[in-house]
Antibody, heavy 125, light 107 residues
Framework: QVQLVESGGGVVQPGRSLRLSCAAS????????MHWVRQAPGKGLEWLAI????????FYGDSAKGRFTISRDNSKNTLYLQMNSLRHEDTAVYYC??????????????????WGQGTLVIVSS | DIQMTQSPSTLSASVGDTVTITCRAS??????LAWYQQKPGTAPKALMY???NLEGGVPSRFSGSGSGTEFTLTISSLQPDDFATYHC?????????FGQGTKLEIK
């Protein structure tokens, strides 16, 4: 079955960097786009970024542009989110999620189907 | 960016009731809408895509409709397991955007 396991969260000071990882199993990782989504305490979901199945194309939400970088290593079945210049408002649970594919998608975009359990990032001095 | 607005923000209902949640887009998104269910302290779970297609394993009491800018999620004959927060998301264009969520609580 599909499993996505995030790691790398923790407490970090403002201005510092953190890299999150998402280990994938139960599906052919290299064939699917992958997303990062976050949820601040008591708030709604915020989409951050997507990388294509090969890692050659990425798109970002406004909060992630310029500070966060999504990447993947298909040889390790692992997705990453590099977060730089962290701010208090980046405090959230960060989820990785798998994209659907094929006929379930529009011409350029696909919905999310499986989500990891999330990893908590707290930005605090 | 496409703005997604859900209503109501909170909905109180009883087991056995039928409820409807509305999601409106700030511009047409065709049928490129997904719904997710989230219980406290857990990750979201995919319910529906392309506005009305159920994910595998989702009970048939869940149904979705709509196209363009207005969409609905209907849950018939509410079960105790259905009390959760529901999120809509457009995937018509980047950046993907979510509604603010609708919390379905027990009356």
């Amino acid at each position: 079955q599909v499993q996505l396991v995030e790691s790398g969260g923790g407490v970090v000071q403002p201005g510092r960097s953190l890299r999150l990882s998402c280990a994938a199993s139960g599906f052919i990782f290299r064939k699917y786009g992958m997303h990062w989504v976050r949820q601040a305490p008591g708030k709604g979901l915020e989409w951050l970024a997507i990388t294509s199945y090969a890692g050659t194309d990425s798109f970002y939400g406004d909060s992630a542009k310029g500070r966060f970088t999504i990447s993947r290593d298909n040889s390790k079945n692992t997705l990453y989110l590099q977060m730089n210049s962290l701010r208090h408002e980046d405090t959230a649970v960060y989820y990785c999620a798998k994209a659907k594919s094929g006929a379930d998608c529009s011409s350029i975009t696909c919905p999310l189907d499986y989500w990891g359990q999330g990893t908590l990032v707290i930005v605090s001095s | 960016d496409i703005q997604m607005t859900q209503s109501p923000s909170t909905l109180s209902a009883s087991v056995g009731d039928t409820v409807t949640i509305t999601c409106r887009a700030s511009q047409s998104i065709n049928i490129w809408l997904a719904w997710y269910q989230q219980k406290p302290g857990t990750a979201p779970k995919a319910l529906m895509y392309k506005a009305s297609n159920l994910e595998g394993g989702v009970p048939s009491r869940f149904s979705g409709s709509g196209s363009g800018t207005e969409f609905t999620l209907t849950i018939s004959s509410l079960q105790p397991d259905d009390f959760a927060t529901y999120h809509c998301q457009q995937y018509h264009d980047y950046p993907y955007t979510f509604g603010q969520g609708t919390k379905l609580e027990i009356k």
